[in-house]
Each structure stands twice: as structure tokens, then as C-alpha cells.
């Protein structure tokens, strides 16, 4: 059942009233009149979003919230408390209890609609990140305060000169853990602040530019991860602030307590998030970088031989493709230990990768085998550059902990194919791995192209790690 939402509310007038408000028509409504039959509902399908009357007989929110939040299929429920407007101590409450938001029932039917697609929105989205998000982190419920946190940067933003701007950002005392700042629409749109986790816009009854400032902060660069809260009272008027992109929506009355947990609450939703946006580049970089040289790794060569050898097909290029591998090895490994292998491994492989352009690729090919494509490159270009990185490693040693400098060397095989050769990235690395097994079996330290006699370097000495 998509889009479910639960009312639970002794009072069956307010019941009836609240599900005639909600579009129906996309979201299922259940209705249930005490917290036993809510739950009994809950147990038995799990809804998106819980609406509860906060004046609910027998109700104890934060345990309701914790109930919700403790099992994996109902963590991600978003509770909503529906209170009385006037009611400024139970909103506060309900918040700090662990509501996720807080609706009045006196609320006009397009504002509650546009909170319901929002809520919907959010709970969807955080059903991607439920695997690795904890309990306390979900977005169907507030998140755990942490023991210490940095302070949070809130940008307060308005367009109009009678928005008394100021003496909203100074209501903020140093117990919230908020610096409050000011900025002007026109400077929010043109450079917003890299720092600032969550953008307090603030709308005026005579209309004004706020709306076009949500949506330049929410495309820009630097501001496009910030958390935006909307404050309006126009409420009912044109689209909701909440449908073009706005986290949260307050009406200017609201009490500077509500609008700083509201803040805090943002901001540590954006924290989440960005740790996550974190976790996952560094997933990535893990699943293609090689953690011991920090160049490309198996599979992401893979990869871009794949794309190459498509954009070859497309659009026959120059190409050479050259394996490179580290003489005699296994002798500095015996000679000066597996860490110094490693530590000189990771050197060559940054002494390439230096000499490379950055257009070029250079991959950890196998153990102490480097694979380097050069587009663009022929055959001549290719013994040039070929030359100059067998100079940079031998021309190189290595410190190592003892300091011993190790002197290694590195043997070269190439193949290169022109426009009309129609050769794939595969034909050319066989090529070019035959022709480095000819300069390892030819003494070591050279240059071997495939298919040709011509010889670049000289033999290299008996042992190549030199004290």
C-alpha cells in the first residue's frame, strides 16, 4: 500500500476533519481512535507517516517515538504530532520528544498537503540509506543529539527592509549551539557561505524575491547540500515553499525555542547526509584505487579499456598501450623486507605517475606491473615517453628506514596502434605484455616495442637494489 498514512485521535470530529484535509486520492488514510489500536495497525502494516494527537489519552510520546524507532520495520515511520496552534509549549515538547514535525489542526488544506508530499519524499529517500544508517539517524524520526557537536552555522536571509531580520538572529543565545549570521537575498543567490548548514529564509506579506533565493541556493555548487527553512505566512498562496525544494516551513510567529530545534534538527539531518555523500566516495575510491600505490586499479582499468576500445570503434585514435614492470623484485623484497618492497612499489608508482599528462591512464596492472595507455600517442611519441619514465625510476632510489637507498629499474613492453590499425585495447596489451617479457629475457632495464626489433636502454646491472 504506497504512501500510507495512520491518523490515531480519540476525538473522531478531528479524526474525520484531519483525513478530509489529506489528498485521499494518493495517499491511503487509516484511522484509529486509542495508541493500542494505532499500534495494532502499525504491527500489522507499517505506514509512512503517523499522525498523533498530542492531547491522545494514556499517551507518552517519547516512548511511543522510541517504541517506533527500536524495530527495523517501523524505524523509518515518520511521526507527526497534531496539535493546537495556540498550543506553543506542546509543539515545543513534541519536538523535543522526538516528533518529526509538528501540524496545527487549523492548518489550510494546501499546507497540510504540501507537508504530507514532503513527508513522503523524505521517508522515501531515507529507505535508500537504511542499511547504513543507524536507528537514532533515520529521517521518520528526530535524531539523537550527539554528546558534542560543533556549532551550528544558520544563515538568516530576507529581501525585504521591514523584515526585522536582525532581532530574529540575535533571539539565539550561545546554549543552542547556533551562530546565527545575516545575508542579503542578493548575496545568499550570488555566493552563498560554504560554512552555513541550514538557510533561514524569510518571507514577507508583500511578496518579495525569497522564492527565487530558495532556488538559486538549492542548485548552487556550495549551498545545494544546505538545509533550507522556510519562514512564511503565506500560507495557501501559490505553491508551497515545501514542493520547490524547502526542508521545513514555519509561520513567523514562531517561538525562537520551536525554530531552534527546528534548526538543530536540520542541521544534523544535513551532518547525516553529508557523512554519508563521505562513506560513499570512499567506497568508491576503494572499489577503484589500489590502497598500496594509490593509482587505478584492476577493475577500474578494466573499465576504461572498455570505454576506450567503444570510443576507438566510434572514432579510430593513436593509441599505445605500455606494461611496465619493476626488475628483480622479488630480490628486494629477500634483500630489504616485504615493507621496503612496498614502500618502493608505492614510489615508482608515483615517479610514473608524475611524468604522465593528465590525460593519460596508468593503472597497478599485477603485482609489481604498471599498465599505461597513452591516447593520441604514436609509436615514436610512445619510445620517447617509454624512455623518460625508465630514466625517472632508474635515475630515483629510495630511502628506505635504515637508510639504505634502493636503486630499482623497470623494463618496458609497448604496442601502439595508428587510425587505420583497428586494433582493440586487448590485441595491444597482449602485444605490449610480449614484448616486456622480451626485455626482461633481453637482461632487464629496456625497452622492448612489439612487433619490432628497435631496442631503447641498456641491460641492466646484476642486482638492482644498490646500498
Known sequence: MPGYVLI?????????????????????????????????????EAPDVVIIADDLPG??????????????????ITVVVAVQKEN????????????????????????????????????????????RASPEKVQGLAEAIPDFAPNIVATFVSCSANVPIDETRRRFDSSTGIDARCLAADAARRNPEP????YVLIESRSGDETRETLGALLT??????????FVTDSN???????????????????TATELAIRIQRLARGKRTADNERKTTTELAQKAYVDALTGLNNRNAMEEYLIRTDRALAEQPRKVAIMIA??????????????????????????TLKSRLRAGDFIARYGGEEFLIVLPDVAAGQAKC????????????PKAIENGTHVRATISIGIAAAGRSDRQSTTDLRRAADTALYVAKRNGRNRIEFAYRETTIGTPAPKISAAQ
Open 8 to 44: 490515531i485521535d480519540a476525538l473522531s470530529n478531528r479524526r474525520i476533519h484531519l483525513r478530509a484535509q489529506l489528498d485521499t486520492a494518493a495517499y491511503p488514510v487509516e484511522m484509529a481512535e486509542t495508541q493500542t489500536e494505532g499500534l495494532a495497525r502499525i504491527r500489522k
Open 59 to 76: 499517551l507518552r510520546l517519547r516512548q511511543f517515538c522510541k517504541l517506533l524507532r527500536s524495530n527495523p520495520q517501523t524505524q523509518l
Open 88 to 131: 506553543q509549549s506542546a509543539r515545543i515538547s513534541a519536538l523535543s520528544a522526538g516528533a518529526y514535525d509538528v501540524i496545527d489542526y487549523t492548518a489550510e488544506t494546501i499546507d497540510l498537503k504540501a507537508r504530507l508530499r514532503s513527508f513522503m519524499r523524505n521517508k522515501h529517500c531515507s529507505e535508500d540509506a537504511k542499511m
Open 195 to 198: 560554512e552555513t548548514d541550514v
Open 220 to 229: 548552487h555548487p556550495v549551498s545545494r547540500h544546505s538545509r533550507i527553512l
Open 236 to 254: 495557501g498562496h501559490g505553491t508551497s515553499p515545501l514542493d520547490l525544494g524547502a526542508h521545513d516551513q514555519v509561520s513567523s510567529d514562531v
Open 325 to 350: 614492470d619493476v626488475d628483480c623484485f622479488k630480490e628486494i623484497n629477500d634483500n630489504h623486507g616485504h615493507a621496503a618492497g612496498d614502500l618502493i612499489l608505492a614510489h615508482i608508482a608515483q
Open 385 to 396: 615517453v617509454a624512455q623518460r619514465l625508465r630514466n625517472a625510476v632508474a635515475n630515483t
